[in-house]
């Protein structure tokens, strides 16, 4: 039987892209799901390995609860270097920043990686890799900085196609992309647009990115923070040997506050994130006792957007009504 570092060299060599899995994490069927669905292997699949696995890896869970309980709780957090205070303020002035943190209090800190509670089970091996190499192993603060809180807006290549009169699809690689929102615009904030008469108004339907912060969710009570966003970069500083990174903290006091910044896994379960005696953490991506590394086909995020107009007479009375 291969160990485990001789088969990660094996999918390494036949696969374009490989996905790494926390075992043992419900749901098992997102799991199995995901193999036949995405994976490079055969469509019909004997799932009881698998299963077996992942058992396996959910006893582990059941020992590292006995052996490091309240692991997650008061981890390191500290203030950010004063000579970052330039970018930090660069940050915390951007509509990046504030129209993204603009429910809760919220701040920059330096967080310890390695026990930052995570919700997402499985990243993207080869995309975490890449990153690796795009740092490098020794980067300055403020390379680390830029790293962890972007202010660019380098992304991801788009695909457009016009499907037909009033559909429009939108396709990236991208995991972050995503339906903004639909926005009204004023005639004179239309640029490059040859109107062929007066033009009353505009209504845009913004497709892009998050900020793309990293970005971790704090509670009050146990000082556990449960990692939002960033999960591919918060992986490779990891294995670049980094132990704490910039990261925007929002700290919740109460259930109705998690609410309006968690994922929904973490809103619907915040006991088991923010008190369960070892929950997952992301040095957990290292275990090779829980970490499962899968070939998988390369896929897509596609946004189709469509419209509807409606033109009619109506009633002056009817409409002031």
Partial sequence: MKRESELD???????????????????????????????CGPKIVNRT??????????????????????????????PLDPALAPLADEVLSSARFTRSFNHLPSRLAM?????????????TRSF???????????????????????????????????????RYEFRSDSTDFRFHEPVLLKPQQLTDYAAFGSVA?????????????????????SGRLVLHNGYHRACALLELGITHAPCVVQTVTSRDEL??????????????????????????????????????RKVSRVIEVSFEVRDYMTDDYLADD
């Fill in 259 to 296: 609410d309006l910044v968690g994922k929904p896994i973490v809103v619907n379960d915040p006991g088991y994130f923010f008190n369960a005696p070892r929950p997952p953490l992301l040095r957990d991506f290292a275990d090779p006792r829980i970490r499962k590394i899968l070939p998988i």
């Fill in 111 to 123: 967080v310890e990686l390695a026990r930052l509670v995570v919700c997402q089970n499985h990243v």
């Fill in 201 to 221: 108004a505009a209504l845009g339907l913004v497709v892009g990115y998050g900020s793309n912060f990293l970005n971790a969710v704090c509670d009050d009570d």
């Fill in 128 to 166: 975490v890799d890449r990153l690796k190499q795009r740092l490098g192993p020794h980067p300055d603060p403020a390379a680390l900085f830029r790293f962890c809180l972007p202010s660019d807006d380098s992304q991801a290549p788009v695909q457009i196609r016009e499907l037909g009169a009033r």
């Fill in 49 to 78: 390995p698998l299963v077996q696995e992942w058992s396996a890896a959910a006893l582990w869970y059941e020992e590292l609860a006995k052996r490091e309980p309240g692991v997650a709780d008061k981890l390191d957090c500290r």
């Fill in 9 to 39: 060299d094996t999918l390494t060599q036949s696969a374009a892209e490989q996905e790494m899995w926390l075992l043992g994490q419900a749901p098992l069927r997102k799991y199995l799901d995901f193999v036949v669905d995405i994976g």
